[in-house]
């Protein structure tokens, strides 16, 4: 049986990087993600020209102190509401039918899909499950390098999770 305390280790690990990619993404290309701002989610240009570079910023504070196990318990608190309202700021727009861009790992012109939120409701899933089981971290350094290099195997696929899952539909035959 897995020891709870690598299964926490390897969410804290997981949703770190993936907080570190949104945040580096956003920031490397802020112009494009302001407009998104404005565009998708009809923030005002003052706003989102404020606004762009803050959310990232905290995405980025969120991600080294989650990564750093500094704060452990509150950056995962603060990464579960940030990704719970950001959902919920999603799927109002995409159950009515709305074409909206979210912009999360970088610029994409590609439309929110349902697999984008069901991706989203994993990482809440993965949070909660943090929140709900807190373990003190006690695994030597070696264990924690092998728990981050997974994470860091595995998130390409939490990223990329709609294009994956496209990828799985159509090689089984399922119809669009």
Not at 36 to 58: M, Q, R, S, Y
Not at 73 to 98: H, I
Request: with cysteine; aromatic share 10%.
């Amino acid at each position: 049986m897995i020891d709870a305390v690598y299964i926490s280790e390897l969410i804290r690990c997981m949703i770190g990087l993936l907080f570190l990619q949104a945040a580096w993404s956003k920031s490397r290309d802020m112009s494009a993600f302001r407009g998104n701002l404005h565009e998708t989610f009809a923030v005002p240009v003052p706003l989102a020209n404020w606004l762009g570079p803050a959310l990232a910023l905290i995405e980025g504070a969120v991600a080294i102190t989650m990564l750093s196990n500094w704060l452990g318990y509150w950056s995962m608190l603060c990464a579960s509401l940030m990704l719970t309202f950001f959902t919920l700021r999603l799927a109002w727009p995409y159950l009515q039918g709305d074409l909206i861009r979210c912009h999360c790992f970088g610029s994409s012109q590609r439309p929110v899909s349902a697999f984008d939120l069901l991706r989203n409701l994993l990482l809440i899933g993965l949070t909660v499950t943090y929140l709900l089981n807190p373990v003190p971290p006690s695994l030597l350094l070696s264990e924690l390098l092998l728990l981050a290099a997974l994470a860091l195997a595995l998130n390409p696929l939490l990223m990329h999770f709609h294009e994956l899952m496209e990828i799985l539909r159509d090689t089984t035959g399922v119809k669009h």
